[in-house]
């Protein structure tokens, strides 16, 4: 138990060392540009069919599973908005970020695992090639921007798949479903949704790093460094996500 | 064409590496180095023997800055490395290469951009025709022209070593460090690598340390020897002198 205590804090302590670390780097020239959009790419883009498919999904089944209680009340008409609303404040950033911390951060964890295990990052390193610019910068910086866009998007699908699940059974025209949800959303919905989604992409990208940056030698590190940073990811983002909104119930 | 080892060396060179009782340890009871000293010449080839996990790898880590020593110091071009910033160390490491005992290759590069990785980064002057000569030339050296656009996971074992040969020649050390370049080898690379060690100590007046359990690489490469044992120096000559050995121990190395 004391040592099972102790390696927490040890964690807690090097992640927090290694964020410092960002911080630092971050602002120190050179600037690897080209590796950066790459990893928008590879982070981004890649990862867009996943989180549109369980967008998609979302906003259909949380259509048809509102359904029946909402007309118990006569209040049909306010699906759309209902939908809308839970799809924007917490379910499409939240399940995204989730399903992002199973895609890119264990991506990245063993990634850069292997290549801690392989002496790639070492090879770097002697070259005097700054590996945790090259790597560790480019990573967290591409998932701290491209997590809040798979937001974005997943919002706009999941709402796309609400409508698709309310035309099953009734019969509404695109522009009014729009007016419906456009008229329920306000911009306190919007604004801190999609500041905490820069946090989601922020911890899941600096998770997968650093759990990959630092795991020891040994082929088998690699497949721990990848469940740990899936595990450390979800659980950071639920985290995050308490806090987000016991902030926002604070000041809105 | 064969090439034969340069036996005529100027006695009086200064050391330019200097390795003064280093001392390292991992955890309470692993004492890996227990006050290692050596030195390499200017233009010489080292070669470091000893037993699997007597700290060899460990040693030359210390050497570039991979793994700080607990104790003792390293003096390379003069300087000793333990004592510098990260400014320092990076000058004094873009002028030695390091051979990986697995080659190290960037996987998810190809072998042209694995070569041009360093060059980019440190020789911003060049436009990228001449990145391209670069690595074309320094990979006709390694004779390995073919694999150009190939990917490391592409590659044979011995054609890793090459390519990680060439990406270590590109930015022109003046010392290399190579970590058992010939293991995992058949006996004909082994031998073709070796050769290719002597050409570049001859082609660029490189100072080496050559690690090695390779006995045909250590005669073919080796202008000294020094063998460890209990994390210090315990036999230090030329192989012939080790070879004929007073000492059990040491020609047990030869047989
Ligand atoms: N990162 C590490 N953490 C803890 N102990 C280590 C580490 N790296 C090496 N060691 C220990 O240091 C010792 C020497 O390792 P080293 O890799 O230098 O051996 P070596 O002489 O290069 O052996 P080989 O010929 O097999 O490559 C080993 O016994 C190992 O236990
Ligand atoms: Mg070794």
Redesign the interface.
């Known amino acids: 138990m004391v040592i099972y205590l102790k390696s927490i804090f040890t964690d807690a302590g090097n992640l927090i060392l290694f964020t410092t670390r960002f911080f630092r780097e971050i602002v120190k020239p050179?600037f690897e540009t080209h590796e950066f959009i790459k990893q928008c790419y590879v982070i981004g883009y890649k990862s867009f069919p996943l989180v549109a498919v369980t967008g998609f999904i979302m906003g259909l089944v949380l259509t048809l599973q509102s359904r029946p209680t909402l007309s118990k009340f006569g209040a049909e008409s306010w699906l759309p908005g209902m939908v809308a609303l839970s799809l924007i404040r917490e379910i499409a950033p939240v399940i995204t970020a989730l399903i992002c911390a199973g895609k890119v951060s264990s991506g990245i964890g063993a990634?850069l695992g292997?290549?801690k295990v392989?002496?790639?990052i070492?090879?770097m390193?002697?070259?005097?090639?700054n590996p945790f610019k090259y790597l560790v910068v480019t990573r967290i910086l591409a998932s701290t921007l491209m997590i809040p866009i798979l937001v974005v998007f997943a919002d706009a699908i999941g709402i796309l798949g609400g409508y698709v699940g309310f035309n099953i059974h009734s019969d509404v025209n695109m522009v009014r479903y729009n007016a419906q949800v456009f008229e329920s959303l306000d911009f306190i919905d919007i604004f801190p949704a999609t500041i905490k989604t820069f946090f989601f992409g922020f911890s899941i990208g600096l998770i997968g790093c650093y759990k990959g940056f630092t795991a020891s030698n040994g082929t088998e590190s690699v497949g721990k460094a990848a469940n740990s940073a899936v595990v450390l990811a979800s659980l950071t983002i639920f985290i995050i996500d308490m806090l987000a909104v016991q902030i926002t119930d604070l000041f809105f | 064409m064969k090439l034969s080892k340069n036996h005529i060396l100027p006695d009086n060179n200064a050391p330019i590496i200097d390795i003064k009782n280093l001392y390292k340890s991992f955890g309470k009871d692993n004492h890996v180095l227990k006050g290692l000293s050596f030195f390499v010449k200017k233009g010489e080839n080292l070669v470091v023997l000893g037993k699997s996990g007597s700290g060899k790898s460990i040693a030359i880590k210390c050497l570039v800055g991979l793994m700080q020593a607990d104790k003792g110091t390293i003096n390379v071009f003069g300087k000793d490395i333990t004592k510098l910033d990260e400014t320092g160390l990076n000058e004094i490491r873009l002028r030695i290469g390091f051979l990986f005992q697995n080659g190290a290759l960037y996987d998810s590069m190809s072998v042209r951009e694995n070569l041009s990785f360093p060059l980019l980064r440190h020789s911003s002057s060049l436009n990228p025709i001449e990145v391209d000569k670069a690595v074309i030339d320094i990979l006709t050296s390694v004779g390995l022209t073919e694999a150009i656009d190939k990917m490391p996971s592409e590659l044979s074992g011995g054609m890793k070593k090459r390519v990680g040969l060439a990406r270590t020649l590109i930015l022109k050390p003046e010392i290399l460090l190579y970590d058992e370049p010939t293991t995992g080898l058949d006996t004909i690379t082994s031998r073709e690598i070796s050769q290719l060690i002597l050409s570049i100590q001859q082609k660029y007046k490189t100072t080496s340390i050559i690690i090695t359990h390779d006995m045909a690489c250590a005669k073919q490469t080796s202008d000294r020897i020094v063998i460890l044992k209990d994390g210090i120096v315990n036999a230090e000559g030329t192989y012939d002198a080790l070879e004929n050995s007073n000492d059990e121990w040491v020609r047990s190395f030869f047989i």
């Open positions: 050179p990634e292997s290549m392989t002496e790639q070492d090879a390193e002697v070259s005097a090639i």
